[in-house]
């Protein structure tokens, strides 16, 4: 399985500032994710990054608010823009990885960042 | 849009009662995965069932996909304080290649 690192792992951050986080995968991988976990609740898709090409963002989710990059294969980031208390979540980035020939590919985790907005 | 719920959304236990929590989809899966995360920690994989009616046992953990591919079940026997977290079952977003998660199920283990 993939070994994931994100950073940071945790931030306070003042409203209406920006926070980059970083999440490095230590091997080449076609698709990473990022998702986001609000307080108590389950995850959300926020973008699939893809190298090579722009993000694809879920319903609910725009560029200019969590703008995502992918310079290769085992790297992304994703910005949280202009942040508010709202913001305040665990981000998740995911890898996918095939099991076996023919099944459906299963996401290998970060260890989050955990963010707090004030 | 695809919906997975899952009941209870709590759980508290005494360690050796055993424990299930159950997952239903809105839609039929191709195939369902389980995913545990522990308290502060992030989700880790557990297992995944393909095929209609697909029974997996991993020691004390047993579960179940239904006959209809909408449904799941994740049974804990004797439950011990390191089970304790939250259960996700999570299902592909039909033709989009991504995984939809279950609200979740948290499991408490008294000693």
């Known amino acids: 399985s993939a070994v994931i690192s994100q950073k940071p792992s945790r931030d306070i951050c003042q409203r209406g500032t920006s926070l980059t986080i970083q999440c490095q995968v230590d091997?080449?991988?076609?698709?990473m994710f990022w998702y986001r976990q609000q307080p108590g609740q389950s995850l959300t898709l926020i973008a699939t990054a893809n190298q090579g090409s722009e993000a694809t963002y879920e319903s609910g989710f725009v560029i200019d608010k969590f703008p995502i990059s992918r310079p290769n294969l085992t790297f992304s980031t994703l910005t949280v823009s202009n942040m508010s208390p709202e913001d305040s979540s665990i981000y998740l980035c995911?890898?996918?990885?095939?099991?076996?020939?023919?099944?459906?590919?299963?996401?290998?985790f970060g260890p989050g960042t955990r963010l707090l907005v004030l | 849009g695809q919906q997975v719920m899952q009941i209870p959304q709590y759980q508290h236990v005494q360690e050796g009662e055993d424990f299930t929590t159950y997952c239903n989809s809105s839609?039929?899966?191709?195939?369902i995965q389980w995913y545990k995360q522990r308290p502060g920690g992030h989700p880790v994989f557990l297992i995944q069932?393909?095929?209609?009616?697909e029974v997996k046992k991993q020691k004390r953990l047993t579960f179940q996909f239904g006959e209809a591919k909408k449904n799941s079940s994740l049974h804990i026997t004797a439950t011990q304080t390191t089970d304790v977290g939250t259960y996700f079952c999570?299902?592909?977003?039909?033709?989009?290649?991504?995984?939809?998660f279950g609200t979740g199920t948290r499991l408490l283990v008294s000693p």
């Open positions: 091997s080449q991988v076609t698709m």
């Open positions: 995911s890898v996918e990885d095939l099991l076996v020939a023919g099944s459906q590919e299963t996401q290998y």
């Open positions: 069932l393909v095929k209609s009616g």
């Open positions: 839609t039929t899966l191709s195939n």
């Open positions: 999570a299902g592909p977003n039909t033709g989009f290649q991504k995984l939809v």
